[in-house]
């Protein structure tokens, strides 16, 4: 089988049963966090701007066969492909959703996928279209997941380091492959899927820091979507996507290793081995362990701001090349800044969503203390290697003394797992944010959520998480 030919009859073929207990737990916590992040990103300004665009296609859902969908949050039914789009860009938006994070030695750590964003996002819109079950939703989910990560995983380091973001290129192709799975395509149809989603499959990392990041993920999960439609008219494509020589392995990365994606489709399923990572905070994943470095010394020492006289903090030589903004003028380009994510850990200690807005950047305490963050790539953290965020932090204080800590992994990463309640209370926190103000319908949708296979209609869930 070509590599094409097996994720496709791997996409087609899976169904519940071939899930086990603990990978289906793994994805319910993602989901969760998922659809929390979907309604709280309607409060972002791209989540905003894209919610408008695409109700402007509220028209054209509805009619004999044509439920349409809804995206997550909002009661406006729409075409699935652009309630898929919009709930794309609003679970990214905030950059708080859930992470692949490498474990070769020469890829990046924390640097390769988003998954959860596009596939979420196709997979529910495709399933309240359709008024599938939330057991079919799950399954769909996990598989497109599985897909993402490992397409992620097994492409040349190159595709990553010389500009694509992977969520908007693999998570096209795992959204795909969630599609496929829930509109029950035999292999060959799967396979054009694939192949025509490939052909749509973008995104460039130069772009971090402002709306089109988010927009990646939301256009992946819309491809996937058009992509199935397609198809199911009697499109062609290539049936051999992945691995052809002008491919998307090939074209997008120089190659891929075939061991990695080759006979390891759920063998192992990547949310448990090597897992997947929740974020305990909203900015790039990068930041992570620093900020729970430092978190640990302010609070565990009852440090203010005014006890410190600057902040040192030291990674290896290619976290810079992703946390690129060093004096951020706006929430957006602050998610990409160690040196903000340090200024505001340092006065919040645990930094939410309401850290990252355009006045708290503005606000003259964060930025006096931003000033006071050093950032650079230190011997020590680089010879820890790459496949590792090793972050080693320096509070050096007022009265000259120096606290230092090293992290190599974040609260929420497969070493240091949030447990379900962890997971309920940063949804929980989330759909607060977005103005769900009733916490007995909160728990009640988490609670659902985490039970989802159990669940006859997931409509019956969009339904709860209308404001």
């Not at 448990?272 to 430092?294: D, F, R």
Request: proline share 6%; aromatic share 6%.
């Amino acid at each position: 089988m070509t590599v094409t030919a097996e994720t496709a009859t791997f996409a087609s073929r899976t169904r519940a049963a071939d899930i086990p207990g603990d990978v289906a737990a793994a994805a319910k916590r993602s989901v969760v966090d998922g659809f929390g992040l979907a309604v709280a990103g309607l409060r972002s300004e791209p989540g905003r701007l894209a919610t408008g665009y695409a109700a402007e296609f509220a028209a054209a859902a509805g009619g004999p066969g044509q439920p349409g969908a809804r995206q997550p949050g909002t009661r406006t039914r729409l075409p699935a492909r652009f309630a898929a789009f919009a709930a794309g860009v609003c679970i990214h938006a905030d950059d708080f959703d859930d992470t692949q994070l490498a474990v070769s030695a020469d890829r990046v750590y924390g640097l390769l996928t988003h998954p959860t964003a596009p596939v979420l996002a196709a997979a529910a819109a495709v399933a309240d279209a359709c008024d599938l079950s939330g057991a079919d939703l799950l399954t769909g989910y996990t598989v497109g997941v599985e897909v993402a990560t490992k397409v992620a995983e097994a492409i040349n380091p190159r595709h990553y380091q010389d500009g694509f973001h992977s969520t908007g290129t693999a998570g096209t192709i795992g959204a795909a492959a969630a599609v496929a799975n829930l509109l029950g395509l035999d292999p060959a149809a799967t396979a054009r899927v694939l192949g025509l989603a490939a052909s749509q499959a973008a995104g460039l990392r130069e772009n971090f820091g402002t709306m089109t990041k988010p927009f990646h993920a939301g256009r992946a999960a819309e491809s996937a979507v058009v992509s199935a439609d397609l198809v199911g008219r009697g499109w062609t494509a290539a049936p051999d996507i992945l691995e052809a020589d002008r491919g998307f392995f090939r074209a997008a990365g120089g190659g891929f290793d075939p061991s990695l994606i080759s006979g390891q489709l759920g063998a192992p399923w990547t949310f448990v081995k090597p897992g997947v990572s929740i974020k305990p905070y909203p900015s790039g994943s990068l930041t992570h362990p620093a900020m729970c470095a430092l978190a640990d010394i302010v609070t565990g020492q009852d440090i203010k701001p005014a006890d410190i006289a600057r902040i040192c903090v030291g990674t290896n030589r290619h976290m810079p090349t992703a946390l690129i903004h060093h004096r951020p003028a706006n929430a957006l380009q602050a998610k990409f800044s160690m040196e903000y994510c340090l200024a505001v850990t340092a006065i919040e200690r645990t930094p939410g969503l309401a850290d990252f807005t355009d006045e708290r950047v503005d606000r003259p305490d964060v930025q006096d203390l931003l000033q006071r963050v050093e950032f650079a790539v230190d011997p020590e953290a680089d010879a820890a290697g790459y496949n590792t965020m090793c972050s080693i932090v320096r509070v050096i204080l007022a009265s000259g003394a120096t606290v230092e800590e090293r992290r190599e992994f974040a609260v929420g990463s497969p070493q240091y797992p949030m447990s379900a309640a962890q997971v309920r209370d940063k949804f929980d926190r989330n759909l607060a944010w977005a103005g769900h103000t009733e916490p007995a319908r909160r728990d009640e949708v988490a609670e659902r959520l985490l039970g989802l296979e159990g669940e006859p209609a997931v409509r019956a869930l969009i339904d709860l998480l209308e404001p």
